[in-house]
């Protein structure tokens, strides 16, 4: 097989997975050595392909030959996909190509479960070991580690990676058994405990040593995971707990959430009508709140409402439903209220502390910050405007929010207006 | 009217300004122009007159703003600069930038913005052809073409230079140009269209494009807001996009139309096998630990990994059981495993576990040597925004948890007993144990030989008055002591 088809299959075998972040990296650059490469700060995104992800790191699969039977997933033994294999070598060059055209941050490599994890992981690191010693490469690495993979090279990943993770891909124990009989969320758990401890570890022996190289030091800056909306029957509860679950316990960088698409091969088991897209897009933010808004999951979901309202983002669905906080006074509020206003973001929040200290904010502020009018309006005092208390209690102010209905059409030329991709993206 | 041109660059323009703010020219009285860029009226150069004012203080932030918009191309760029550093130095505005909301600040910082996304844009898509090899040095050979909005290319030339050192390359815009040998980055003036060769990898590079693209999910206006149609002309990948789009929804209706494929039970896999037998292990749940006191230590440890007789479980990453030789002579247990203990699965390897390694060692005890191990088996914590708060375990907690510690004793079966803190030596003495009055060897108990109760070293840790910690290491100390002491 050439090496023109084997990267083909084994990109689009690795497709599924939407992590591409390439930032948050410990600053390095080139100047000092034979290779190419830097990275620090932001991340840089390359290109972009219809599907609106970013392409920043080369991704693929070392092998998409795997043992294991994920029903979610195209790769499963018991799917009849072509099956290709780099040899650790073709990957090493493919990487250094793309990367010296700039076509590419790095390179992400994950693999079908081949032999054993411990097999695979040394195939894995082959490659890492000889970018990094062979070609001096200081490019972006994101390795995927397998939770039953031994304590040794999950340590020697790390060394190699700016980023290393593993999949929880289901919320629920439950639900592995069930779709991915070989994983155990047990097992995951135990393993990113104890990469947060060395991660951790690392950043402390970095600090002490003030920039200083040493062995201890060397590790990933971080650990991120991913999980799959729309396969199994879980609730959006179930997936906000889980990803607090593992921000709080194990500081994961990001929770990535997939909404299931459909994939070539189905499985019997799993059901056929994917997820809508915007599931998915609500779960981001409201993983958002919880990480920078100061909200706690239990006022996103509840027990009566498991599940995030898809025609309103969580913000605004907040606020509709606790109306006795607003509203609010922009020149007066303190902080972590400025960041409930639906339509302020963060960034606009701390802007708008900032201007207040020199005058009165007034409409025209919001509109030179560029906030949604529309949205906030309804919910905030400021100099000149005072919303009143009619409107806020009216029963239809929720209806002024929410999409009207439209046809699904997308074309290239005229994409998606008035859509619900559309309003997704806005 | 004066007219004043610019020949592009920031120093440029910052001297005439500099000296007319000097003389007290008013904004109003000054006609900006940029030289090579076409000006209404073509006044040419005038003569500054002499200065009458004092040399004007600026902000460092207003230098750094000024910097940066002198690369945009919007012919009214010098002309808004100077009216803000007028404003803040004759107009008595001195915090003028602070006020983002300002008309005229607000369009500098929008400027910036478009500088900045120019400059990340360069930065994602120049795309390096290959052109050959440096005959004498062997070092590979590139060559970029690329159109900013902006003149950025003395903005980015850094980040090429740092990013591609090992490689000799140059990079041409309309605007500007830039090459880097190893040796020096030179700056040059913009040329004209330059013809990039086509290369094989860019084949490789577009089959990725199209297998990397997911066509159950079309977002063609969010690739289009990051990826805007006036950069497609210099990427290689961008003709893919029209058909890759179009044939999505019959790949998508291809998908859904096939068969579903049964699940294939794997066969004797020997590594699914082993897989099997976790599970199995995991899939346990052990709710009565009182049954299996007796099992060896590593029956126990098993077992233990599935106890859910209370629910710390739940919340914990694992069970954190017993470490040491199995027939050791001195065991040594203590509350629960911490912060640390939790992520790790290891006892004692927190902050507490660290002093106690000292007093350990002052007291001339291998810690290699002694089984350590917790009265309770999982960490018991709240989450606290980035910390997770240690919560002593309840009576029940403990006292579901006692079998695990008493198999553990009676499998080690040590001559000397070592109970730090009250939990542990309540949950194998007695609910009314207090440390601070029987602290010190314990008689009569069935335990081993020796017993001694001492305080836990988190609480040497938790003490804040130096005095009072002086004091209570040299006591835990002699406890230490008096367990070995024959």
């Known amino acids: 097989m050439d090496l023109q088809r084997k990267l083909e299959i084994l990109a689009d075998a690795a497709k599924y997975d939407a992590s591409c972040a390439s930032s948050g990296a410990n600053r390095r650059n080139s100047s000092n050595g034979k290779g190419v490469g830097s990275t620090g700060g932001a991340g840089i995104c390359h290109s972009y392909a219809p599907d609106g992800r970013c392409i920043s790191l080369l991704k693929v699969l070392l092998t998409n030959r795997c043992l294991y039977d994920c029903h979610y997933c195209i790769n499963r033994r018991s799917s009849n996909v072509q099956r290709a294999a780099f040899t650790p070598a073709e990957v090493v060059k493919l990487t250094l190509d793309f990367y010296k055209r700039n076509y590419i941050e790095g390179l992400f490599l994950s693999s079908g479960i081949i032999r054993s994890a411990d097999h695979t992981m040394e195939q894995v690191i082959e490659v890492a070991r000889s970018l990094r010693e062979d070609h001096d490469f200081r490019g972006y690495l994101h390795l995927k580690t397998i939770p039953e993979a031994s304590v040794d090279l999950i340590e020697k990943a790390g060394q190699y990676a700016d980023r290393i993770s593993i999949n929880i891909e289901l919320p629920k124990e439950q639900s592995l058994k069930t779709f991915a009989p070989e994983k155990s969320l047990k097992r995951t758990r135990i393993a990113m405990g104890k990469i947060r401890h060395r991660v951790e570890n690392a950043a402390e022996v970095r600090r002490e040593r003030q920039g200083r190289r040493s062995p201890e030091g060397k590790f990933a800056t971080g650990q991120s995971t991913q999980v799959i909306v729309g396969a199994d029957d879980s609730t959006d509860q179930v997936f906000l707990k889980r990803s607090h679950d593992l921000y709080s316990n194990y500081r994961l960088r990001r929770v990535y959430y997939s909404a299931f698409s459909p994939i070539p091969e189905p499985s019997a088991i799993l059901p056929l009508k994917a997820p809508p897209l915007v599931r998915e897009h609500r779960l981001y933010q409201a993983d958002w709140l919880m990480r920078f808004y100061g909200f706690e999951a239990g006022e996103i979901v509840s027990d009566e409402r498991p599940n995030l309202a898809l025609d309103l983002d969580p913000k605004l669905s907040w606020a509709l439903r606790n109306r006795q906080f607003f509203p609010v006074d922009l020149n007066r509020a303190e902080k972590l209220l400025l960041y409930r206003v639906p339509g302020l973001g963060v960034r606009n929040a701390d802007r708008i502390l900032g201007i207040r200290r020199y005058g009165k904010i007034r409409v025209q502020d919001l509109i030179r910050l560029r906030v949604s009018l529309k949205k906030v309006l309804p919910f905030v005092i400021t100099a000149d405007h005072h919303p009143s208390s009619r409107e806020l209690d009216h029963d239809n102010l929720r209806a002024r929010f929410a999409p009207p209905p439209e046809q699904m059409e997308l074309h290239l030329n005229t994409p998606g207006k008035g859509s619900p991709l559309g309003q997704v993206m806005e | ?486």
């Open chain 2, 1 to 486: 009217m004066l007219s004043v041109a610019i020949d592009l660059s920031f120093e440029d323009w910052r001297e005439k300004a500099r000296g007319l703010l000097q003389a007290g020219i008013k904004p109003s009285e000054v006609l900006w122009e940029s030289e090579g860029e076409a000006g209404l009226f073509g006044g040419g150069n005038a003569i500054i007159p002499p200065p009458v004012h004092a040399p004007p203080k600026v902000p460092k932030e207003f230098v750094s703003l000024a910097h940066t918009v002198s690369h945009h191309s919007s012919p009214d760029r010098w002309g808004l600069l100077y009216e803000v550093l007028w404003r803040m130095t004759q107009g008595g505005e001195a915090s003028l930038l602070k006020r983002s909301t300002d008309p005229t600040v607000a369009r500098l910082a929008r400027m910036r913005k478009e500088i900045a996304r120019d400059v990340h844009k360069m930065h994602a898509f120049v795309r390096f052809k290959k052109t050959g090899e440096d005959p004498e040095s062997g070092r590979e050979q590139f060559m970029a073409w690329f159109e900013p909005d902006h003149r950025i290319m003395p903005l980015t030339a850094k980040f090429f230079q740092k990013r591609f050192t090992g490689m000799d390359w140059a990079i041409f815009t309309p605007t500007g140009s830039a090459s880097w040998d190893g040796r020096e980055l030179r700056l040059g003036p913009g040329v004209e269209k330059v013809e990039v060769p086509e290369e094989e990898l860019d084949e490789l590079w577009r089959g990725y494009y199209r297998s990397i693209f997911n066509p159950a999910r079309l977002k063609v206006k969010a690739m289009q807001a990051e990826m805007p149609k006036k950069y497609w002309k210099n990427l290689p990948e961008s003709d893919l996009i029209e058909s890759l789009v179009s044939e999505s929804r019959f790949r998508v209706d291809g998908m859904r139309e096939e068969a579903p494929r049964p699940a294939n039970a794997g066969g004797k896999n020997p590594y699914l096998k082993h897989l099997r037998d976790l599970d199995r292990c995991d899939d346990t749940v052990v709710l009565q630990p009182d049954d299996h006191v007796g099992r060896p230590l590593d029956k126990l440890r098993e077992l233990a990994a599935c106890c859910q007789a209370c629910p710390l479980h739940g919340s914990a990453t694992g069970t954190v059981m017993g470490e040491g030789p199995t027939d050791a002579d001195i065991m040594i247990v203590g509350e629960q495993p911490g912060d640390q203990e939790d992520l790790v699965g290891r006892p004692f390897v927190g902050p507490a576990g660290q002093l106690l390694d000292r007093f350990l060692a002052e007291a001339g005890i291998d810690r290699s040597q002694c089984y350590l191990t917790n009265a309770v088996k999982h960490f018991k914590f709240v989450p606290k925004g980035k910390h997770r708060l240690h919560q002593s375990p309840s009576v029940d907690e403990v006292s579901r948890c006692k079998p695990w510690l008493v198999g553990e004793l009676l499998q080690v079966n040590p001559r000397v007993l070592i109970l730090l803190g009250a939990t542990a030596a309540r949950s194998l003495i007695g609910p009314g144990f207090k440390i601070t009055r029987q602290r010190g060897v314990v008689e009569g108990t069935w335990l081993a030989d020796r017993v001694v109760a001492t305080v836990h070293p988190s609480y040497l840790l938790r003490l804040q008055n130096h005095s009072d910690r002086e004091e209570e290491e040299r006591a835990f100390l002699q406890d230490l002591k008096a367990a070995v002491t024959p």
